[in-house]
């Protein structure tokens, strides 16, 4: 079986960098342990292990398809929907009065990473099902809990999220499927939605889909949203299910992530439609909100587990593979050595580090947006604020950097295989395939950077990022206490003066009322932003890898642990300063891309 994650670097995280133990003195979490965690994540690893990543290049050789109304998915989806139910992954962090687990959400986000880096494909099916099932207990009346949420947790049931329409795209104001109000207690719903991931297949009894509509005669706008439970099936008064006028129109064929299907569905067409308002009419979009922030975190996390995968097989092929000599002193190589692992070649070992430093780094990030989650639900008062101030702030990058990223480092494993690499034969090119659509998913590259710099950022009157500094400040304190690490507690201070002096600059066009200026180049503010936060999770890592050696301690090898510093080092030589690079393009008086009167780009 060749290695797609590595469990030694998980734990490492979750236990010594993140501190999952420190969650456990809430009475949320009370039941748990990091035993109890620990076999909670075997039992997924061995899951993944025996049943997701066997299959997972038949997935892309056989992928989802659409035939006579049905989408033929493959049969691997429907035991691991059942699997997941079986384990409790569906159910982990639901409330207890809701058939959950009370876990908390960073070790469910570790079950997910390795179940995605064991196979993209699947899980987003489960998480789906999972995201839908907490709108209906967050937001719906014991009715509707009792009728769907079960058989979601169980993994019977799946469901989706119906946001997007052909007419509106990422424009949820412009949508126009419509919901008609009657007298029994339900709604007629009619419209299409389109890119509904997991949509539809014959491996799960029902499908509940958690649909934006416009009730009749609503504002425009999205504040005329409205979200409704529509599930594929309804249930007849005899207890059985019948047809709820859910047609399903098409699947998408994708250039990557071929075994997770992606439906054109189409409601009421014989106006038999039945909907359920979920929560109060009109506030639907902030109602889906909490879908949307847990799938951009689960977004993130996928474009995370690819790279990871990426990693472990280049790194397996730089193992195995002889080609070329070393280029010993004098710059003359020896015809009659035998030819070396390619692994021993620096610009290999270049690529391979820069694929370690970025999936590592973006685990770091997700799990640290995870603990905040955790934290702002058993927290209270100003404590309850600061954790969701950071969530906020990190979700935009924790979605964005492993993706964007994430593409770049498997492109460098890609690059490590040489032709090969391109080849159908091995896997990277399939990696490469695949994360491609992570920078696309639940909100683009370009809508999570405006997000970043136009809300995130301003919020609270720049609350949110004063105390991301002091984070940053209390780690570059306890770095100080290593004088191999004090050069880059320095490097990260720069680095934190140019962010505040680049952020001074764009802020000043916002106070003038020049919004389009001040978000021109918010895409670029978003790479030079999340470079300076994952610099900073790197150097913490550091930090307690050191403190872990100095201590004598034996929970990993010191290899392992000097692994972290070196890799440490070399984001900060070779990422870290691209922040110099985009600070001047950032604070350019140039404006180039902003629409004038005559229109310069054709």
Known sequence: MAEYMNMD??????????????????????????DAINIFLDSVKDFSD??????????????????????????????????????????????????????????????????????????????????????????GNQHLKETYVPNMLSGEWAGTMCLTEPQAGSSLSDITTTAYPTDEGYYKVKGQKIFISGGDHEHNENFIHLLLARIEGAPAGTRGISLFVTPKKRIAADGSLTSNDVITAGDFQKMGQRGYCTTHLVFGENDDCRAWLLGEPHQGLKYMFQMMNDARISVGRG?????????HASLQYANERPQGRRVMDGGKKNPNQDPVLIIEHADVRRMLLLQKSIYEGSLSLLLLASKYHDLEQV??????????????????????????????????GLQVLGGYGFCSDFILQQYYRDIRIMAIYEGTTGIQSLDLLGRKITMDNGKAVQLLAEEMKQTIEEVMAFDELKPYARQLGEKIQLSQKVLNYLLSFAGKGEYERFLSDATLFMDFFSTLVVGWLWLDMAVVAKRELVSGSTTFTTEFYESKIHTMKFFFKYELPRMEGLAPTLMSEEVLTILEERELIG
């Not at 998980?10 to 009370?30: A, D, I, N």
Request: proline residues 5%; charged residues 25%; aromatic residues 10%.
């Open 9 to 34: 670097t998980l734990r490492f995280q979750l236990e010594q960098v993140h501190q999952l133990e420190g969650l456990f003195q809430y009475p949320r979490y009370e039941e748990y342990d990091l």
């Open 50 to 139: 025996q049943e997701l990543y066997p299959v997972f290049r038949e997935m892309d050789e056989k992928p989802a398809y659409y035939k006579d109304g049905k989408i033929i998915a493959h049969p691997a989806v429907g035991k691991a929907m059942r699997k997941t139910g079986e384990l409790g992954v569906i159910a982990a962090t639901f409330d207890h009065e809701d058939g959950g687990l009370q876990m908390p959400g960073m070790a469910l986000l570790a079950a997910y990473f390795i179940m995605e880096s064991a196979n993209n494909h699947i899980p987003g099916y489960s998480g789906l099902t999972d995201g839908a099932a907490k709108l209906i207990t967050t937001f």
């Open 303 to 311: 474009g995370l587990s690819i790279a990871s995968a990426a990693y």
């Open 379 to 412: 927290t209270e008062g100003e404590e309850k604020k600061k954790n969701r101030l950071l969530l906020e702030l990190l979700t935009p990058i924790a979605k964005t950097y492993p993706t964007e990223k994430g593409r770049e480092a498997v492109d460098n």
